[in-house]
Nanobody, 113 residues
Framework: EVQLVESGGGLVQPGGSLTLSCVAS????????MSWVRQAPGKGLEWVST????????SYADSVKGRFAISRDKAKNTLYLQMTNLKPEDTAVYYC????WGRGQGTQVTVSS
């Protein structure tokens, strides 16, 4: 059974950091391009970052470039999103996703003082 399970969200103050994890089962995530997307309250899905299969080349939305870093661990079959210098506008439910396998249930990130 294919599953994507995100974790690591929470409440953090502006300027703080969080690292999100997404454990994949049922497939090897290094064989697929994997992305993080987010959905803020009352808004649509927003693409955040992608890591390509093979070369592991990464790309980021302008809104997070320089603050977020996507990575993966082949042995743990896990995707990560390191988030630093968080801003209130980063508040959203974050999902890991694959075009082939869909997305997980999401993890809530709230940035507030």
């Amino acid at each position: 059974e294919v599953q994507l399970v995100e974790s690591g969200g929470g409440l953090v103050q502006p300027g703080g950091s969080l690292t999100l994890s997404c454990v994949a089962s049922g497939f090897a995530l290094v064989d697929y391009a994997m992305s993080w997307v987010r959905q803020a309250p009352g808004k649509g899905l927003e693409w955040v970052s992608t890591i390509n299969s093979g070369s592991a080349a990464t790309s980021y939305a302008d809104s997070v470039k320089g603050r977020f870093a996507i990575s993966r661990d082949k042995a743990k079959n896990t995707l990560y999103l390191q988030m630093t210098n968080l801003k209130p506008e980063d508040t959203a439910v974050y999902y890991c996703t694959s075009q082939s396998w869909g997305r997980g249930q999401g993890t809530q990130v709230t940035v507030s003082s």
